[in-house]
Structures are given as C-alpha cells and as structure tokens.
C-alpha cells in the first residue's frame, strides 16, 4: 500500500521533471529527476538492470525531508528514473529515510535496507536524531515497508556508543547465504567506526562485532561504509566527517577513505594493511559499490562536496549529480579506478595529435568541446631541460577557464577552477602528489572526461582520480594547452554521443 506522503512525492517529480530541459542535465552523469540528491543508495544489480536509489529531496533543491529516488539502467550509463521508492511516512523515519542498501533475496524480491530517522526533543528544547535501521521490500518500483521496523535500534548497539550516529547500513550475502551489513557509527571517544551485524535470512539482525575502528586517525564520524573482497584483498570504503589533512591525502572536512586489508570471511575479521584517499579532487563523497554480472566491481559517488552546496541559486530545479561508474581493482596494493569500460563505445569523432610540442600556450585543431574524453601522453623534450610546469585547460572561452597543472619536479597535480564563473569564495583547489615514479621525470598519463557540469581526471591509468563540477557558460568549450618550458605530449580526443 502506498502512503499519501510517497504518492504525492511520485505526483510532484513527474510533472516537475518536465520543467527541465535535457541541455539543462549533465549529458551522460545521473542527476536528480528534480530537487535534491545526495548519497548514492541501493546500488545493485536486480531483475536484468541496474537499479540506483539516491537520497532526494524532490520539493526543493536543498536538502531537506529525505526521500529515495530511483533510476535503472541497463549500461550503468543511460538511466532511466523511475517513482520515488522511499518517503519519511512511518513513526520510526518520519524525519528521513536515510541512506543504505538493496540485495536481491533468493525467492527474487528486492530488499533495501535504510536508516530511518525520529527526531527526539530535548529538555532544552532542542532536538537530537535517533537513527535505526529498517528496511523494505519490493518487485524494483514499488516496496513495502517492513512490518517489525527497526530491525536495528538501541538495543542491538554496543553500549556506550551513540544512537544520534548509526547509519547508512550496507549489507551481502556471504557465500554460506548468510547475511551481513556494515553500519557507520560513533563510539564513545567521539571518533568513527564501522560495527558489523548478521542475519540468517536478511530480516532478523544481531550485532556480531566491531569491524574496524577509526581511533581518532581519520576525521570524526564514518558515514556511508561499503565492504567487499576484490583481487583477494578486503576493502573498506567510508566517508569521514571532519577530517584533518595528512599530506597530500586527506583533505580538511568530509572526505573519502579506502582500506585495504586481510579478510577472513569465517571469523569476519578484516586487518588494515593500506590506507588512501578515493578521490582527490574536489567533489567526490559517500561511494557505493556493485558486482557486475560478469563479476567487476563497480563504482559509484555523489560528485559533490557538501561545504559548497548552499553557494547558488536559489531558482534551480535540480541540485546533485553522480559521477561517472569506475571500473575498480587493487594494483601495487593501492585501489585503481577507470572508467566502466562501456564508456568507450559512446565515444565519437576521434581526433589525434602525436608529438606535439607544448611551450608557451597552444591549441590543437579539432580538440575542443564540453562532452568529451580526451587521453594525454606527457613526455620532456630529448636535450632540452625538464619543464617547470605543464597545464590543460577546459571549458574555457575568453572569460572561463578550468584548469588541470603538473609541476614535474614537485609530482604535483592540481584541479584548478577559480575561473570557472563561481562568484563565491568556496573551494577552488585541489592537489595529489603523483605516485608514479615517472611523473618526477616529466611523464604523465591523463584521461580527462568532460560532461556538461563536470571534470574527472584519472591519473596514470587510475591509480588516482581527481573529480570537480563546475558550472561554466556552455559556450565555453575551448580547450588550450601549457608548459613553461617544452613539452611532448600525444592527445587523442573524442567527443561522446
């Protein structure tokens, strides 16, 4: 039975998304049908399709009351949206479904999993969360809550932990056809850690153990985990709050974290081995994961940053975007990210420049657009002292730019948008340190993929990404190239279909 709060939502999405042009929406990202959206829920592979729930606020484009979006695809490319699956319409989420995650059971139905959201009024007069677990089930568009949520409350937390922080549940199914899940969490020191839970049947739970503990290393509260095994190796991905930059890695506020480690899928113990950001750049947060049918793991964040979300026009109709799907794998004992290699196929119109010499400020003919996958090949010139610095520069015309800059000696890599038309003084910069060895030689591989509100570099075949929107004029689609002193570099640009 559908309630009046979700009916009314689908009615509102379904006329409000005809307001929007197609030129108006990222060309090839997943965005909101309509208001709001944020972290990626439900990611999964159901019924011969993909199928991405979000967290939606569909009457405004600020965060509000949280709902589910829904989208399928069958190409993790071209989606389709459809009803909202999830509204705030019982006592124990009647002030948000928040984010989580879905598997398919054996007997075929859809099953999500969500944290529900009641807030509680104080003595003060103020008010504080109480977060729960409950879930959902359903045949891919319609779902019905649970008639026994929460499935997970107070009582099924380790004591002295908070309740206010208990979220974004993540579960599947072990190769026993047992159940688990991983839920964000904040224990006493008013650090982060991710608590592991178990189930028979996927519908009764029990608290099994700590799975991994942040001890104050990595930012406050850990948000949005994502547990799987993959080239033999367990990871871990999570969503810092409040985190202190460490070098390179680490950038201050709400950031992403990969560890990588030994599992040990009898007792369920996973030990740390190897820590690193997800993303380097400037928008990129609460990842999810998939398993393909043909066996990759697939991922999936929402490219934003929640300190820049409030500096913009109030009159959009949709705020929040996806980022492209990456194909990951585990190399050198780091995590590698490349585009979902169904992405080639979209590529047009190849054009192709080998050995052009870059000095000064260059453009090459036919690299130019704002729906483009463009590869570079960065050599030093043979007899000629190493460059000081090289640059690309996108989505640019006589007023716009952004900017990717390589400083060799350094090993400094730098998503640069200041010009990019923001009128606000909100993050700008980004920089990773280059781990290839060769990057301090002045040789470098980038892929750069352009689509109408954002920038994905992926660095020397993946092993590290940098993701920043931007939100230039659409006229601005010049592409320019940079070196203080000489440059070798082949290009192969394409535009996407």
């Known amino acids: 039975m559908i309630s009046q709060t979700l009916r009314e939502a689908r009615k509102y999405e379904e006329a409000s998304e005809k307001m929007i042009t197609r030129e108006e929406r990222p060309d090839f990202h997943?965005?909101?049908r309509t208001g709001w959206m944020n972290d990626p829920n439900g990611f999964s592979w159901h019924d011969g399709k993909y199928h991405m729930f979000y967290q939606y606020h569909p009457y405004d484009s600020h965060w509000g009351p949280m709902h589910w979006g829904h989208a399928v695809s069958e190409d993790l490319l071209h989606w389709e949206h459809l009803p909202a699956a999830l509204a705030p319409d019982e006592p124990y989420d009647m002030d948000g479904c928040f984010s989580g995650s879905a598997i398919t059971l054996p007997d075929g139905r859809h099953l999500l999993m969500y944290t529900g959201v009641l807030q509680e009024r104080l003595w003060n007069g103020g008010k504080r969360d109480v977060q729960t677990q409950c879930l959902a089930v359903g045949d891919g568009v319609d779902y019905e809550k649970f008639k026994k949520n929460p499935v997970l409350d107070t009582k099924d937390l380790p004591e002295g932990v908070s309740r206010s922080d208990f979220r974004d549940p993540k579960m599947w199914r072990k190769s026993d056809g047992t159940y688990c899940c991983v839920v964000g969490n904040r224990p006493a020191d008013g650090s982060g850690q991710i608590l592991l839970y178990t189930s028979p049947d996927g519908?009764?739970?029990?608290?099994?153990?700590?799975?991994?503990?942040?001890?104050?290393?990595?930012?406050?509260?850990?948000?949005?985990?994502?547990?799987?095994?993959?080239d033999g190796k367990g990871v871990l991905l999570t969503s810092p709050q409040d985190m202190l930059p460490q070098g390179f890695e680490y950038h201050n506020g709400n950031g992403t974290l990969c560890l990588i480690g030994a599992y040990d899928e009898q007792t369920d113990t996973f030990i740390e081995e190897h820590d690193q950001s997800i993303d380097y750049g400037i928008d990129f947060y609460a990842p999810q994961t998939v398993l393909t049918p043909d066996g990759r793991r697939i991922m999936i964040g929402w490219m934003q940053n929640w300190d820049t979300c409030n500096f913009r026009s109030q009159n959009i109709q949709w705020f929040g975007q996806m980022s492209l799907p990456r194909?990951?794998?585990?190399?050198?004992?780091?995590?590698?990210?490349?585009?979902?290699?169904?992405?080639?196929?979209?590529?047009?119109?190849?054009?192709?420049h080998k050995d052009a010499i870059v000095s000064g400020t260059v453009s090459l003919s036919g690299v130019k657009g704002r729906r483009v996958d463009m590869e570079l090949v960065l050599r030093p010139v043979e007899g000629v002292d190493l460059y000081q610095k090289f640059a690309v520069r996108f989505a640019q015309n006589e007023d716009y730019q952004t900017s990717l800059s390589f400083r060799p000696r350094e090993g400094v890599l730098k998503v640069d948008r200041k010009f990019s038309g923001s009128r606000r003084a909100i993050i700008h910069q980004r920089r990773c340190l280059v781990?290839?060895?060769?990057?301090?030689?002045?040789?470098?591989?980038?892929?750069?993929?352009?689509?109408?509100?954002?920038v994905e570099a992926f660095v020397n075949d993946g092993e590290q990404v940098m993701t920043a929107t931007i939100y230039t004029d659409q006229a601005a689609e010049g592409i320019s190239f940079f070196a203080d002193g000489a440059v070798s570099m082949d290009v192969v640009k394409y535009d996407i279909r």
Do not use: H, T
């Open 30 to 32: 997943l965005c909101a």
């Open 203 to 230: 519908f009764s739970w029990s608290f099994k153990k700590v799975f991994a503990a942040n001890n104050n290393r990595f930012g406050k509260m850990w948000e949005c985990p994502d547990f799987f095994v993959l």
């Open 327 to 352: 194909e990951l794998s585990i190399q050198n004992g780091r995590l590698y990210q490349k585009p979902i290699r169904e992405f080639d196929a979209m590529r047009c119109n190849r054009v192709e």
């Open 435 to 454: 781990n290839d060895p060769d990057s301090r030689k002045g040789e470098l591989k980038l892929r750069i993929i352009l689509d109408r509100f954002s």
